[in-house]
């Protein structure tokens, strides 16, 4: 008797029972659903979406990280020339003027310290960049502002010394301004609102040094300054935040504002001949200033009182202290910049 069923039928329905359709429907690898026809990643239709979105939004943002790389503000022209020696007759600091930019007798540590908007102790790389300073003069691009300008001198620093950085944190011991147990002597500054707002209204930028055998003029821009000379500090309109930079100059350890006064005050620090020589031996000690072994035999003979008798007088101290604070190391850098 012949089959009910013709040969070639069980045929296919053998092959068709082994394929693919009849067998048990894979599962997901991520979440265990049933996989997505044709899937040869091993997802369900909801993960193989998921997986396309974060490979968009990766994307995206690869796009936003290299437009934004590109964007990078750079001078138009920029020319880079070694200081000429420093005398006790010098100027030194930042002028911005409309698109001019002119930076003179900085070193290549303060260039960094003014690009990463650091100060010097938070600087980790060779000893020569205190040392090394160059003048820079540069051209703005059209529509730059003056607020742009250490984003420049960070790009500059990269394409004419070659430098390569990364930034890490680390711990310093420090010391703390603060107020002492009387409370704060200080006593503010004139408020000269008319000068004040003449001063804002002006696009220049000026900040620097000036010395001479009497002593040196730091300008800190829009009225403030500090001159020392003749045994003593005289500050003009200076903020706390800045005054405790100035002292950093000046002491073994940097300097951290901690009083939380707020304004500026107009004040006058005196020291002893003995100290004050030694705050002028560790200042161009610190600023790469090579100096011999007798000046730092007076470093070390000083009394050291000065500082804490003069803070008294104004109401301040220092503290000793531990704090975390962001640091920029420098992972290479040429001695001299590319051909201008």
Not at 19 to 37: H, N, Q
Not at 175 to 195: F, I, T
Not at 247 to 264: H, K, S, Y
Not at 268 to 273: K, M, N, V
Request: with cysteine; glycine share 8%.
């Amino acid at each position: 008797m012949e089959p009910i069923v013709p040969e070639v039928l069980l045929e296919q329905a053998r092959l068709a029972i082994e394929s693919d359709r009849f067998k048990k429907p894979r599962r997901c690898v991520v979440c265990a659903s049933e996989c997505a026809p044709n899937s040869n990643e091993g997802l369900c239709w909801v993960c193989r979406r998921l997986k396309f979105r974060m490979i968009r939004n990766l994307l995206s943002a690869l796009a936003i990280l290299a437009a934004s790389v590109q964007a990078q503000p750079e001078f138009e022209v920029a020319s880079i020339r070694p200081s000429a020696p420093l005398t006790l007759d010098f100027k030194a600091g930042v002028h911005v003027d409309g698109a001019q930019v002119s930076c003179v007798q900085l070193s290549l540590r303060d260039y960094i310290a003014a690009a990463y908007r650091v100060k010097d102790y938070q600087i980790q790389g060779p000893d020569w960049m205190a040392s090394a300073r160059f003048d820079i003069v540069a051209k703005l691009p059209s529509g730059a502002k003056p607020g742009q300008v250490p984003d420049m001198l960070g790009a500059l620093l990269a394409n004419r010394f070659q430098m390569k950085m990364h930034l890490d944190s680390k711990e310093f011991p420090v010391y703390g301004l603060m107020v002492g147990k009387g409370g704060s002597k200080l006593k503010a500054s004139p408020a000269g609102a008319a000068a004040d707002n003449a001063e804002a209204g002006k696009s220049e930028v000026n900040a620097g040094a000036a010395g001479s055998n009497g002593g040196t003029l730091i300008d800190m821009g829009k009225g403030s300054s500090v001159w020392i000379g003749n045994n003593r500090i005289e500050a003009t309109k200076a903020s706390m935040p800045r005054f405790a930079d100035m002292l950093a100059r000046f002491t073994d350890r940097p300097v951290v504002d901690m009083t939380e006064i707020q304004g500026n005050y107009d004040f006058t620090l005196e020291f002893s001949p003995e100290d004050f020589r030694a705050m002028l031996i560790r200042a161009a000690s610190t600023a790469g200033v090579v100096l011999p072994p007798e000046a730092m035999k007076l470093l070390d003979a000083a009394p050291g009182d000065s500082m804490r008798n003069a803070l008294e007088t104004i109401g301040l101290k220092l503290e000793a202290r531990k704090a975390p604070l962001e640091v920029v190391v420098i992972d290479h850098m040429e001695r001299a910049p590319s051909e201008n």
